[in-house]
Each structure stands twice: as C-alpha cells, then as structure tokens.
C-alpha cells in the first residue's frame, strides 16, 4: 500500500509538471519531434529558435525575481524573525512567485517554473525535455534555484501536510542576497545559451542586467522580456502565435514582439487558453 501511495503521488506529480510545461507556452515554437509538434496549428522550431524560447523562458524567472527580491528586502528589514517570516508569508509576489500552489500540491513553485524551460514541447499526456537544455541548466549551475526555493520554504513554512513549520534563522536574513545572485546567475546562463546561437540570432547579450521599476535594464534586455511576454501572455492565442512567428522571422531582434520597452512587470504563473 505505501508503494502503491508512492507511485500515485509520483505520477499526480509529473502529470502537474507536464501540464504546466504545456500549459505556460501554448503558442511557442516546439520542437518538431516533440509530443506538442503533432498538434495541429503547433509552430515547429528550428535548433536556435528552440533555444530563443528557452532564453526567454529564462528570462521570465528573472521578472519573477525582480520581484521577489525587493518583497523579501522589506520583510527582512523587520525587527523580529516572527515579522519577518509573517511578511514573507502573505506577500503575494514573494509566496506566488517562489512557492506556486505550494508543496502540498506537488508544486515546486520557481524550481518547476525553471525546469519548464527545457521542457517546451510537452503535452498533457506526454512530457519532453531538450537534452541539450538539461545539459546547459546542470553546467551552468541553475540547479540552485531548489535550494533557494528550499531555503526559503524551510524559513516561512507555516506547516503544511507535507512540509515541516519553517524556523526564521538569522540565515533566512540573507535571502535576498540568494534571490538576487540567483537572478544575475540567470542572466549568466542565458549567454551560455545564446553563444552557440550567437551567428544565427539577434538575442542581445544578458550579463549585466538588472531590475528596474518599468521592467529590466538595459533596454536591449527589457525589449527581450517583454517579447517573451508578448509571445507567452497574450490577450489570445491567435495574438501570441502571431508574435511567434514574427521573432522567428526576425531572428529574435529584441523588440520583434512589438512591445515597447516600458511595460510594467506582470505577474507569473498565467497560463494563455
């Protein structure tokens, strides 16, 4: 019985992880021998288009933490560890943006949300993972988004029926610090990716960037985010895949989204229909 308990909470798991991997691009370009490539009205991708989505994939995580970075700034700044942990807890962009659904809901919160970058192409009844992704997010070290994700939880936990009730030690004091090394770390990797794209792509260079109030810095970077925002939440599926088709037509030039550079950040976890 407790095998069988097991397997069933594995399975509830991956079939979370496949839905959000299809479910958070409907209208990116996917692989053309993945699951979602034989869907009809699906954009195939070639080799650098696929890694344009996983760039700016990546780029989405670094709008969640721009946003996460200031939220748990201010509860830090608190007096006492039962304000800090309290703030943390109810400040909408900090819990939905790290934390998902939760832990309970075999949501993984930001570390699945990474994880889906390599995973374009997934379906609802079969999930698919760009080996060559993998290989860069394992090499460039992006495996620290669990253990920021972790620490955090193990923080703020109120107690969950799968989690312990978390402890606010002067170490939690530093998660900011985490978010932010875990940002620019993004940024890093987004280059590593891009270099064997570098002749074939217009996807300006990442390192160096930084949050701002209207979105990301330098421009260059905010066009590219706010193009993934274009192509990943747009007002309809027709409107997103129209933006597809455009970057790959201009080979990911930031700004092939059509939206200026000043927009506000949006809030993760939407999902286009």
């Given at each position: ?30 692989p ?22 996983q ?7 670094v ?9 748990l ?57 760009d ?18 994700h ?38 890093t ?24 109030n209207a979105?990301?810095a ?40 059509g ?15």
């Amino acid at each position: 019985m407790a095998n069988m308990v097991r397997l069933i909470s594995h399975a509830l798991m991956l079939a979370l992880i496949v839905h959000k991997a299809h479910g958070d691009c409907e209208s990116c370009c996917v692989p053309a021998g993945s699951p979602a490539a034989k869907e009809g009205g699906s954009i195939k991708c070639s080799g650098c288009d696929l890694v344009a989505m996983q760039m700016g994939c990546f780029l989405d995580k670094v709008g969640a933490l721009c946003a996460v970075i200031p939220a748990l700034s201010k509860c830090i700044a608190h007096s006492t560890s039962a304000e800090k942990k309290a703030c943390a807890l109810k400040d909408e962009d900090i819990h939905q943006n790290v934390m998902g659904t939760g832990p309970d809901d075999g949501d993984m919160g930001l570390f699945d949300d990474y994880r889906m970058c390599c995973s374009r192409g997934s379906t609802m009844r079969e999930h698919y993972s760009d080996k060559t992704c993998a290989a860069t997010f394992n090499a460039t070290g992006l495996q620290a988004v669990r253990k920021f994700h972790d620490h955090y939880w193990a923080c703020v936990s109120p107690g969950t029926k799968t989690t312990p009730k978390g402890n606010w030690t002067s170490d939690c004091d530093g998660l900011a610090k985490e978010a932010e090394a875990l940002m620019k770390l993004t940024l890093t990797s987004h280059d590593v990716y891009r270099k064997p794209c570098a002749s074939s792509l217009k996807v300006a260079a990442a390192v160096g960037g930084s949050c701002t109030n209207a979105g990301l810095a330098p421009k260059a970077l905010n066009s590219m985010w706010n193009d993934w925002q274009s192509i990943a939440f747009a007002d309809d599926i027709s409107s997103a895949k129209k933006f597809t088709k455009a970057c790959v037509l201009k080979e990911f030039e930031p700004g092939c989204g059509g939206v200026p550079g000043t927009a506000p950040l949006k809030k993760q976890h939407q999902v286009v229909v």
